[in-house]
């Protein structure tokens, strides 16, 4: 098997033996990327001589005490990196260089992990298709004519690229889950809360959570230990402690999300590859059966105020004075305003704007009050659905991979690809995408599997079992590169 392909711990095995060093990692590493990322344009910044001197620094008789030792990561450029830029993949912080690192990172260095460069993403996590970068966009390794979705797409690439095993994404509405599902690889949202948010630039505070990347499910899971827990410069995470649980895929109840199964809009071979899964489960004598959730249909509404507003109010920080741009004008309201009008980008000006009248005088009871309540009906639907089932499947995106250009005048288009993943987030729940399949034209498709709060060890565990009994294997040829 190619260094390429190795999961984590069959790279910390091949350390023991001897066959591998971490800087010949770095050499095979930042070798592959400078041959394929040239089409594929998954990062912004390389840490090259960085990851060099952390290689060099590393201790074999730690290996054992850190486990992610020696291990390359990539990050998504809307976490702070201590003396590297955060962009957000904005003109507003092209030049943002943070003075700390965000609790998630440092959590993955000081378990062994080597920063290896930092991923593209629609401009502060925007978008479901990587097209909102202000710099580029970045290609699906699967067809480079394709977008890698949104809007951690670049690290769902690099990953999908075999550049690095494990990469972080952040996921407001999908954004870790439909790139993956795009790219043929595993993305975990896990439960609100279990990771801190310390040193992530906001989106919307109550949606936003940080989550792993991987080829396997295995990996995801080693990535998340490693990352969750209780941090005092977050006071909305939660003291979650991994614990690994040892129970057959045979002894969970699984329910089908009917309004995600019978739906509009889903291709036929996306629901296909569902069925698939389906009787795969029946024929392992898995108990499988269709559930309803009927507030699910207004999730994409309510999203789009909650989110919305809550990044008109986040935003607001980014006026030319605190960080990055600064356009004088003659006052201090006309540096405001060139500063954030020549800062932000089309779909980040639409979203403020939104947010903004959602929460203006007179109209606040209106949308996002109104919105609020919603949301509680559907983490009511959730909560009602779990009392009968452990797990809630159905496809993480209605369509495989669109053509770069298909959606981009088209907003509501774009939105309606998180309509299978932004109910997890309203309601702060666990979910993974994992691939499940490939269309007719070769496409990877994504199956999404959604458990209870802070369930997120027995998720993983039937993710685990579930993606053995997938046994998916086809892996991207990068686009004929």
């Known amino acids: 098997m190619e260094i390429n392909e190795l999961t984590i711990n069959s790279l910390k095995s091949e350390y023991k033996k001897g066959n591998l060093s971490p800087k010949e990692l770095l050499d095979f590493v930042f070798k592959r990327i400078k041959l394929y990322d040239p089409k594929i344009n998954s990062f912004i910044t390389l840490t090259e001589e960085y990851a060099y001197k952390v290689a060099e620094s590393l201790r074999f008789d730690e290996m054992d005490s850190k486990p992610l030792w020696g291990i390359p990561v990539a990050i998504k450029d809307n976490m702070c990196f201590r003396g590297f830029k955060t962009t957000c993949s904005s003109k507003i912080l092209e030049n943002f260089i943070p003075i700390y690192t965000s609790t998630a990172v440092q959590r993955l260095i000081d378990a062994g992990a080597i920063i290896v460069g930092k991923t593209n993403l629609d401009e502060f996590a925007?978008?479901?298709?990587?097209?909102?970068?202000?710099?580029?966009?970045?290609?699906?390794?699967?067809?480079?004519?394709r977008v890698p979705g949104g809007s951690s797409g670049g690290s769902a690439s690099a990953v999908a690229a075999r550049f690095v095993p494990?990469?972080?994404?952040?996921?407001?509405?999908?954004?870790?889950?439909?790139?993956?599902?795009?790219?043929?690889?595993v993305g975990f949202k896990p439960t609100y809360g279990t990771v801190s948010?310390?040193?992530?630039?906001?989106f919307a505070s109550s949606l936003d959570q940080i989550g792993p990347f991987g080829i396997k499910v295995k990996d995801v899971e080693l990535a998340f230990r490693v990352m969750s827990g209780k941090d005092d410069m977050d006071s909305t995470s939660h003291p979650y402690k991994f614990i690994p649980v040892d129970k057959s895929i045979k002894e969970y109840k699984v329910g089908v999300i009917k309004e995600l199964y019978e739906a509009e809009g889903f291709d036929a071979e996306v629901l296909n590859s569902?069925?698939?899964?389906?009787?795969?489960?029946?024929s392992e004598n898995i108990y499988v059966d269709v559930c309803s959730l009927p507030h699910l249909k207004y999730s994409l509404p309510v999203y789009y105020l909650v989110a919305t507003s809550e990044a008109s109010s986040n935003l607001a920080r980014f006026d030319g004075v605190r960080y990055g741009l600064r356009v004088k004008g003659k006052d201090i309201n006309e540096t405001f305003s060139k500063t954030r009008g020549q800062g932000f980008g089309s779909e980040v000006k639409r979203r403020i704007m939104l947010g903004t009248?959602?929460?203006?005088?007179?109209?606040?009871?209106?949308?996002?009050?109104?919105?609020?309540?919603?949301?509680?009906?559907?983490?009511?639907?959730?909560?009602?659905?779990?009392?009968e089932y452990d797990f809630l499947i159905c496809p993480t995106s209605p369509t495989t991979a669109f053509k770069k250009g298909d959606k981009t005048s088209d907003p509501l288009s774009m939105y309606l690809?998180?309509?299978?993943?932004?109910?997890?987030?309203?309601?702060?729940?666990?979910?993974?995408?994992?691939?499940?399949?490939?269309?007719?034209?070769?496409?990877?498709?994504?199956?999404?599997?959604?458990?209870?709060?802070f369930n997120d060890n027995e998720l993983l565990n039937f993710a685990d079992q579930l993606e053995s009994i997938i046994n998916f294997e086809t892996k991207p040829q990068l686009g004929g590169i």
Do not use: H
């Open 126 to 145: 925007m978008g479901s298709s990587t097209e909102n970068s202000a710099f580029f966009t970045t290609s699906n390794p699967w067809d480079l004519e």
């Open 166 to 185: 494990v990469a972080t994404g952040s996921d407001t509405g999908g954004s870790i889950r439909q790139p993956a599902s795009f790219c043929g690889v």
């Open 197 to 202: 948010r310390y040193g992530l630039v906001a």
């Open 274 to 282: 569902l069925s698939n899964v389906i009787k795969l489960l029946k």
């Open 357 to 387: 009248y959602a929460l203006s005088s007179g109209y606040y009871d209106a949308y996002y009050l109104k919105a609020s309540k919603v949301r509680t009906l559907i983490v009511n639907d959730f909560e009602k659905a779990f009392r």
């Open 417 to 453: 690809s998180d309509i299978a993943t932004i109910p997890v987030n309203l309601a702060g729940l666990p979910g993974i995408s994992i691939p499940s399949g490939c269309d007719n034209k070769g496409l990877p498709i994504g199956l999404q599997i959604i458990g209870k709060p």
